[in-house]
Nanobody
Framework: EVQLVESGGGLVQAGGSLRLSCALS????????LGWFRQAPGREREGVSC????????YYGASVKGRFTISRDNAKNTVYLQMDNLKPDDTAVYYC?????????????????????WGKGTLVTVSS
């Protein structure tokens, strides 16, 4: 069974930074695409960023491009989301997700849902 556990959320002031981590177990890490999604109160879940398993190519939603960076550490089976210059609109529960294909994570990034396995989420609150 694939399990994903997020950590690193918290309260930060606007303009600050946070780094989220997501540890994966139960799957071969190199074979899966990994994504970060978020859901704010009263809003639909949206795709934030994803990284392709084999090529480590990275993709970002328009609202976070240039501020957030996704990376993966295959030795630790962990994917990270470095979030800089945070804004109050970034306040949301952030979810990590994984999928072994065949669709690329970019497909799910656009949809905002649909990857095979999900973590329980970690709350990020950005104060103004």
């Amino acid at each position: 069974e694939v399990q994903l556990v997020e950590s690193g959320g918290g309260l930060v002031q606007a303009g600050g930074s946070l780094r989220l981590s997501c540890a994966l177990s139960g799957a071969t890490f190199d074979d899966v695409d990994l994504g970060w999604f978020r859901q704010a109160p009263g809003r639909e879940r949206e795709g934030v960023s994803c990284i392709v398993g084999s090529r480590a190519s990275t993709y970002y939603g328009a609202s976070v491009k240039g501020r957030f960076t996704i990376s993966r550490d295959n030795a630790k089976n962990t994917v990270y989301l470095q979030m800089d210059n945070l804004k109050p609109d970034d306040t949301a529960v952030y979810y990590c997700a994984a999928d072994g294909g065949p669709k690329s994570c970019t497909y799910y990034l656009t949809l905002g849902y649909g990857m095979a396995s999900w973590g329980k989420g970690t709350l990020v609150t950005v104060s103004s």
